[in-house]
């Protein structure tokens, strides 16, 4: 007999796998090990959604006639590592081949690789672009950017196309049309909500029992297990925050953690759902006349873009990229990213949501707490981490790319032209933070000052020698040298002021 290993990320039908192997004589496995619910203190409510939705999944998988041979956390003889139950099972069913499906992070797949079994390798075909794909395009090319890979993948996959090929509306990218702040009297539609089936309580107390000293909310979890709730949550998107999605993905508002944004990463990135349909239902929205054309472009470049990239650059560049670190920075993670425990109210929002939902989308992510990781200098391995352990949709193969290349800017260009560096005016622009907040985000270096300000200017001036020559930051480095001296100065040491309050582990 052959065994197929199914992993926790890989809760579809579609594994080719599944079609490789037959129900009537071979067998599945599946494990729950503390190797991977530890590594990173992973959310508990990440744990929470992998565990019940590998369970639900084996039921299915039973239901259509499988073996499912399952190891609970607490099983008897649980080895606690995915090699060690590979070998383990292997050795019980005396299986003659071991299939396993391409994994989403590069240790996982190394400690499988060296665990001395007969392994049958099957390509991830949940994604619409290969790894050996993705070396083909990237091969010789003198810079991989992401919007040419992008349209590249519009033409592939026949998505927004007019019948000779061009795009619809005449152009690949509407991004500059979905950058506005949210209207004062406009909220998100009310968010879709799941109930706790009996699994999924089991599933809640096993994690409370075990995994309470993990950072984030133990109670709460409200996220969709099987593939029929993560459908139903896809088409509460499609009907009630798709239209405004493309004005309004970047906005920012106090207590509205969701917007009109999908919240499908999780279920999409464990294989609830399938990119391709998510795909063909945006575009069939918009060809219906439901949805513009700046949010059916807009998400669709979220996913086969800059998701399709991100996972392609990772595979193209690990192991090595995960030790970049191009701007040399060495400060400590601050206590507050684990307690949201900051009178800088964006901040205290931003990480209250994290360690209450295990959510924030892009731009809370990017120019909130990334932002502040950059500006403050913040070492890639430490703020990795914290991206991979706090949020649901979190895997290494995004996460990796999207805060070490994108957040930090430590690749030294390789996936991101420019750093995303920004001062609190972005964030008042986009949210409505500030008027709540304790600091004044039209000052800089007096004591009250927000700490985004003066901390922009700081890291513009530590790093001019790696990125003077810039030529998407000439007109800001432009700015700071029309500045006088003694405002330059004061910005410095207002800098200076605040990093040594990190280093001590000061308020701020």
């Known amino acids: 007999m052959r065994l197929g290993l199914v992993l926790g990320d890989q809760l579809s039908f579609n594994l080719d796998l599944l079609q490789a192997l037959d129900p009537a004589r071979d067998a599945l496995l599946m494990a729950e090990v503390e190797e991977e619910a530890r590594y990173v203190p992973h959310h508990p409510q990440k744990i929470m959604l992998i565990f019940s939705a590998m369970r639900h999944f084996a039921e299915a998988l039973r239901e259509q006639g499988w073996r499912v041979h399952y190891v609970t956390l607490d099983a008897p003889g649980n080895s606690g590592s995915i090699a060690g139950e590979l070998r383990r099972w292997q050795a019980a069913l005396d299986a003659c081949e071991v299939h396993v499906t391409e994994c989403g ?218 030790e970049l670190n191009g701007l040399d920075n060495q400060r400590a993670l601050p206590a507050f990213y684990w307690t949201g425990d900051t009178d800088m109210r964006c901040m205290a929002q931003v990480i209250g949501q994290t360690l209450a939902l295990g959510y924030a989308h892009h731009i809370q992510r990017l120019m909130v707490t990334g932002n502040f990781a950059l500006l403050s200098g913040i070492a890639p391995p430490h703020i990795c981490e914290w991206y991979l352990a706090v949020y649901l949709d979190a895997f290494d193969w995004v996460e990796l790319p999207n805060t070490l290349g994108m957040v930090m800017h430590a690749d030294g260009g390789f996936l991101g032209s420019k750093p995303y560096c920004a001062s609190g005016r972005y964030i008042q622009r986009m949210s409505d933070h500030c008027g709540a907040c304790r600091y004044r985000v039209d000052l800089a270096v007096e004591e009250d000052a927000c700490p985004f300000n003066a901390l922009y200017w700081h890291f513009l001036m530590r790093h001019r020698q790696a990125l003077g020559n810039n030529p998407r930051l000439a007109p800001v480095y432009l700015n700071l040298n029309g500045l006088p001296e003694e405002r330059r100065d004061a910005l410095w040491q207002r800098g200076e002021q605040l990093l040594a309050k990190l280093d001590v582990g000061q308020r701020l």
């Open 105 to 322: 992070e590069w240790r996982l797949e190394q400690a499988m690789t060296e665990c001395g079994l007969p392994l049958v390798w099957h390509a991830d075909r949940r994604f619409l672009c290969s790894r050996q794909a993705f070396a083909r395009w990237a091969g010789g090319r003198p810079q991989l950017r992401m919007e040419d890979f992008y349209r590249g993948m519009r033409k592939r996959c026949g998505l927004l196309l007019e019948p000779d090929g061009r795009p619809v509306g005449g152009a690949w990218n509407f991004d500059r049309e979905n950058r506005k702040a949210l209207p004062r009297r406009l909220h998100g539609p009310f968010p879709a909500h799941f109930t706790q089936d009996a699994i999924t309580l089991e599933v809640v107390a096993l994690v409370r029992s075990r995994f309470s000293g993990h950072y984030g909310a133990v109670d709460g979890f409200d996220y969709p297990v099987t593939h029929a709730e993560a459908q139903s949550l896809w088409q509460h998107f499609l009907d009630f925050g798709l239209a405004a999605f493309g004005d309004f993905q970047d906005a920012m508002a106090e207590n509205e953690p969701f917007l009109f944004h999908a919240r499908v990463s999780a279920a999409l990135n464990i294989g609830l759902l399938d990119v391709r349909q998510l795909c063909a239902d945006v575009e069939r929205a918009y060809r219906q006349g439901s949805v513009p054309l700046n949010a059916a472009e807009g998400f669709i470049r979220q996913l086969i873009g800059w998701r399709e990239y991100v996972r392609g650059i990772y595979w193209l560049r690990m192991p090595e990229y995960a």
